[in-house]
């Protein structure tokens, strides 16, 4: 025999062995790593929605509330089971119902803190008892302030497949004027409008504002408020993508607004079903979507309060301002903080405003309202919220809103721009340039201006970046990126 061959075959055998061996060792050790551990929840509070869906979140799925791999299987007996394969070691985990607003809590409904656990990595059953939910308190429901009642805590979004708590507020004489309708206001985020507990970073206090302008005479409000889907709320609260961020389920939100939720409160609720009775508001990707959703359905909404909207997460948003034109009147309220990114924030508006101008809205019914303080957060929004209620449903009650307390220099709509691009300057001057570069620096375009309301064909340009410069006087004053997109 060959000795090199028999060398080759000894080596061969052994090499497999140990290989063998190792991948031996390595498979059972790794059993006593991961190895099937079972969450049975034996007992549930009794104010434990009859429909809940329970999840696991902890350190093993970065504190997810809402995994759907985490979702518990509800047994015949009315306990929860999930299994999983999780690593040997100190478990750190609580138990949701698909939010962190409605977290598990202790016996009374308080703050409980993470579950611990000392998993050695065998199979084996944990079982545990949920006491209490944050959000439902010690007596089976929030703690709710006056005139603030929940519709349902899972109300069902046909259009989205996914269920919803959604609030609503009644005037304070809806019980005793059983003859009576009101006008009806729509707005997102709910779990910042009624009440501290539930919110992010702060409340609207809506129900206080609309209470305090009824004892002044408001003849009243209803508020319908929608729960944000935390983790959907991105994608809802956009009907346009952002590569980054995601969004394109807007669509379907508006749409769960007007076939499934507003028909649904108007036949439960004595409401003023009308357009011009029904309003739409919310603030950052809510202001972006009742944008949208009014524009969308403008014989649904005549009424839009748009706080510090996202405009900057697609700039469809002009473009559908655009495509849409002015099929009806409506009363428009932007507002932007000129804390809010920089500024950015306040240029968008200021755009938007120009752009609805530019397809026929007029100033009596799109209020641009520019606020040097306002930053993006609830206190802010929630001290304005009164002032932009009492204009959008003209409200007379001795006071007005305040318009804008900032101005830029200079002022470029649409963007993106479709053929033509508008240009407002805000300030006196002799000579004026503006500048087109491309995205690589390179100069496209010159034109020399002399007005402060100038206009500029575009159309022989390729769509795509541009950079845009206006020099008055021999003065840089403004550098902005423009998007020309037929």
Known sequence: ??????????????????????????????????????????????????????????????WNAGDATMRFTKNEDGTYSLTKNLAAGLLEFKFTRGTWVTVEGNENGEFRPDRQYNYDGSPQTLEIEILGWEDLGSGGVLNLPPNVQIVDEDFYMPELDRNRRIWIYLPPDYGSAPDKHYR???????????????????????????????EQGDEGCIVVGIDNGEGERIDEYSPWVNVTYGGG????????????????????YRTKPEREHTGIMGSSMGGL???????????????????????????????????????EEMRICLLA????????VVIDVENMYQTFLEVGYDMEEVKNVVKADGTHSEWFWAREFGDSYKWLFEVDLGT???????????????????????????QSFREGMLSIYSIEGKTVEQNNFTNNKNQFDLQKLDNGFYILQV??????????RMVLAR
């Open 400 to 426: 007005d809103i305040e318009e804008n307390a900032i101005s830029h220099p200079v002022l470029f709509y649409p963007n993106p721009v479709i053929e033509k691009l508008y240009l407002q300057v805000n």
């Open 471 to 480: 020099i008055l006087d021999g003065q840089l004053v403004q550098t902005k």
């Open 337 to 344: 903080g000129g804390q809010e990114d920089g500024g950015s």
């Open 1 to 62: 025999m060959n000795f090199n061959n028999l060398t080759a075959k000894y080596y061969s055998k052994h090499t497999f062995l140990q290989l063998f061996v190792i991948f031996s060792c390595f498979f059972f050790s790794s059993l006593s790593v991961f190895a099937q551990l079972t969450f049975h929840i034996t007992k549930t509070s009794e104010n434990t929605p009859t429909n809940a869906e329970i999840y696991l979140a902890g350190g093993f799925n970065a």
């Open 249 to 268: 389920e807007g669509d379907e939100y508006a749409d769960f607004l007007v076939t499934t939720l507003k028909p649904y409160i108007d036949e439960n």
């Open 289 to 327: 979507i009742s944008h949208y959703t009014a524009l969308e359905y403008p014989e649904v909404f005549s009424k839009a309060g748009i706080f510090s909207p996202s405009y900057w997460f697609s700039g469809e948003a002009y473009t559908h301002v655009l495509a849409s034109g002015h099929p």
């Open 184 to 214: 009806t206001l729509y707005m997102h985020d709910a779990q910042n409008l009624f009440m501290s507990e539930t919110s992010f970073a702060g409340e609207w206090e809506v129900d206080e504002t609309l209470t305090e302008l009824f």
